[in-house]
């Protein structure tokens, strides 16, 4: 039930707005003093059409509608079958004493005429951005349909020009930004808002003309020309640009009259998901314009600026018109401004419904009304939802969010983007777009390539960076936990050998990592001392890292990037005599890498030599970007006839029996006491007393198992993203297990 007493705490707050409930520190520190924050001029500007300043502003129209409002509700209950309806406004206002709609439009005129509300968005409007002062003011346009997110894109595009744009100076004291935004002078007035709960409270989810009765609150305007008044403010204004073209343009001859600097962001949807974007606009536009939730009488009051919804019909027919429209805009930005500066808001979210159990993309004519966030469906940057896909991540989407990827800022930060123009003019833009067409399509896929693996870096070593903090700052963190992250980081080296391949750098650029099979361990030398080993082993070898999950299996390894001035010495543990272990030793070339064996490791049985010469021949091919040919062969030389047949034959067996690295003896070159000739039967078959019909054959099991090997590896050194992203999942997992320890 309203009270009378209610109903007067209601009047005696007119025209106080309550500012220091949400307003920053330094707007209550200054106590909402007008003039230290807006010039004479521009106050001018701000409080045209107010009524005179020389008298008290009058209030009857407003009080006369909240005791309207107090009377006609008294007995107000929340009826659930209106939860899904809107009202009309006329419907809702029906009173058979007086007309409810023509004391809400007199109301709403006072309002907006009053001094006292302008100030009140003003203020709203007005933020403190930190940091030292830019030398020139700034106009941020921002463009895209209607919900695209353009008010929340705003602070992350002034925090990119902040940080790679634009010019500062040494003065601190931070820049002061208006945003001219209606959606603040509709949750500010107290009449709109007080209508509206009235509604919600009574049931109705919104009332659907209200934006209609409510358009004379043009502040938004005023407090655009009043800010352009002062120097020391600059402006952000989202915008549709479905307006007439010509108050578009004259707003931006205004602005370079004052030499303002002017720069144009737009809020568009990822490349090849336009429909994606369009849907999630919808469900956007959808649930901030009616309640979903219960509103009851207790929770009616004046200044309640977070209802939670607009009561504001989201117009879906118009999201071409804000594409055009932005897209239009654009051109004659960059052909029409100065500076030409020109940022994309990549907008990636993504809507998700649960679908008999499993989460599936949001369709644009799915309904949500009634549904739960965070139990019907769900909303975050596709990014997150692609990495939680991709990755095979065992814990549910919606938890392992909430937990866990909400925290990993390149998946959920905006994806902003700039070009500065220098060379752009209308008739330049016409001939580019002639000139590139033909050859966009051929680069579209590597981009796209470029930009997956450019993702794939910044969120690994966000994740990599988080766990070693974690891991150093746990006694408990064992060692298993320290070996993954280690694996990590190499794993993350060879990512960005890719990533340096694709943008044309691969040929100058050593790989930061060396793929190893089944090695026990390494040990990299200076190469001036690499002739002191021949038959004795080098103490302190370091094992290299597995790729499995069980350390005591030697299959797949990895090892850093070998310095120069150094040689690596590889040791190879031999089944056959696990007490010893052959060595082979790495050393780069101008063309490559050249492996030299150290003969005395290698033993002479048949099985040894079998070992050592398939793990040479396997780090030989492992090292290549693809198969060796008759073109570009793969050369061996040396003056131990035996070693050079093992190795030789060992290299055929691979090229016969790998997937990956298919070739013939055609495309090993032998150089020394060797002849391939001895070992053919024919041209095509292997003689009977060859290594490849007795030796190897004899192990065909072992020979298969190491190809098993190189396959895995070769597999891994082509798509290392898979391995990656699952050990940093476990090991995400280990640490916060631990912490929840």
Request: charged letters at 30%.
């Amino acid at each position: 039930m309203i009270l009378a007493a209610t109903i007067q705490e209601w009047v005696d707050k007119i025209g106080n707005y309550e500012l220091e409930v949400d307003s920053p520190a330094e707007q209550r520190d200054a106590n909402f003093d007008i003039n230290r924050f807006l010039s004479p001029e521009g106050q001018v500007k701000l409080y045209e059409g107010t009524h005179p300043i020389d008298s008290p502003e009058p209030t009857a129209a407003r009080e006369r509608f909240l005791r309207f409002l107090g009377r006609k509700f008294q007995n107000i209950t929340w009826e659930a079958n209106r939860n899904n309806k809107t009202v009309e406004l006329a419907a809702f206002l029906q009173d058979d004493e007086e007309d409810g709609v023509k004391l809400y439009d007199a109301a709403i005129d006072e309002e907006n005429e009053s001094r006292a509300f302008r100030r009140a968005v003003f203020f709203r409007l007005l933020k403190l951005f930190p940091g030292n002062k830019w030398e020139s003011r700034i106009v941020l346009w921002i463009g895209g349909p209607s919900s695209s997110g353009k008010t929340y894109a705003a602070k992350g595009v002034l925090e990119k020009m902040d940080r790679e744009i634009l010019q500062k100076t040494d003065q601190p004291g931070g820049n002061y930004i208006v945003s001219v935004d209606g959606s603040f002078e509709r949750e500010t007035s107290q009449m709109r808002q007080m209508v509206l709960q009235f509604a919600l409270a009574s049931g109705y989810k919104g009332i659907e003309d209200l934006h209609e009765h409510s358009k004379k609150l043009g502040v938004k305007n005023y407090i655009k020309n009043a800010a352009l008044e002062d120097e020391r403010l600059s402006l952000v204004i989202p915008d549709t640009f479905v307006r007439e073209p010509t108050d578009v343009y004259r707003d931006c001859k205004t602005f370079a009259k004052k030499g303002v600097a002017q720069a144009f962001a737009e809020v568009k949807a990822e490349k090849g998901f336009e429909d994606r974007f369009q849907t999630s606009v919808k469900k956007m536009g959808d649930s901030r314009a009616w309640n979903s939730k219960k509103f009851t009488e207790e929770k009616i009051k004046m200044n309640n600026r977070n209802i939670g919804c607009e009561s504001k019909v989201y117009q879906g027919n118009y999201f071409k018109f804000g594409l055009i429209g932005t897209k239009v805009f654009k051109r004659f930005f960059k052909s029409f401004s100065r500076n030409k500066l020109t940022l994309t808001v990549t907008n990636d979210l993504i809507y998700l419904v649960k679908k008999d159990g499993l989460w599936k993309e949001c369709k644009y004519e799915d309904n949500l009304e009634d549904k739960k966030e965070g139990i019907d469906f769900i909303r975050m940057p596709a990014r997150v939802y692609n990495y939680w896909r991709d990755n095979n991540i065992n814990e549910p989407l919606e938890v392992w969010y909430n937990t866990k990827g909400k925290e990993i800022k390149n998946l959920t930060q905006q994806l902003i983007t700039y070009k500065t123009n220098d060379k752009y003019s209308e008739s330049y833009s016409f001939f580019n777009l002639l000139r590139t067409n033909r050859w966009y399509k051929s680069q579209n896929d590597l981009e796209k390539e470029k930009r997956h693996l450019c993702g794939q870096i910044a969120v690994n070593d966000e994740i990599m960076a988080y766990l070693e903090t974690e891991i150093q700052g746990n006694a408990v963190a064992d060692e298993l936990l320290i070996k993954k992250l280690s694996q990590c980081k190499l794993l993350q080296s060879t990512l960005k050998d890719k990533l340096a391949a694709l943008d044309g750098k691969g040929e100058i650029r050593e790989r930061a990592t060396q793929f190893l099979p089944y090695l026990n361990s390494y040990l990299d030398i200076p190469k001036e001392v690499k002739h002191e080993l021949l038959g004795q082993t080098v103490p302190g070898a370091m094992s290299a890292t597995s790729l499995v999950a069980n350390d005591g299996f030697h299959g797949e390894f990895i090892a850093p990037q070998l310095e120069d001035e150094f040689c690596r010495v590889h040791y190879v543990e031999l089944t056959s005599d696990p007490s010893s272990q052959a060595m082979f030793v790495q050393e780069k070339i101008e063309d490559g890498i050249e492996l030299s064996a150290v003969r005395e490791s290698m033993g002479n049985d048949p099985v040894s030599l079998m070992e050592s010469s398939l793990a040479m021949a396997a780090s030989l091919l492992l090292a290549l970007d693809e198969s060796p040919s008759s073109k570009h062969k793969l050369s061996i030389y040396g003056s131990d006839p035996m070693l050079i047949n093992y190795l030789w034959t060992a290299l055929i067996v691979l090229g016969e029996k790998s997937p990956s690295r298919k070739f013939n003896k055609d495309a090993i070159e032998v150089l020394g006491f060797f002849s391939v000739a001895e070992q053919m039967k024919s041209s095509s078959k292997f003689s009977p007393q060859s290594l490849h019909e007795t030796v190897f054959k004899d192990h065909e099991a072992f020979v298969d198992m190491k190809v098993r090997h190189l396959e895995c590896l070769l597999k891994l050194k082509a798509n290392p993203e898979e391995l990656l992203s699952k050990t940093l999942v476990e090991a995400t997992d280990q640490v916060a297990s631990i912490n929840k320890n």
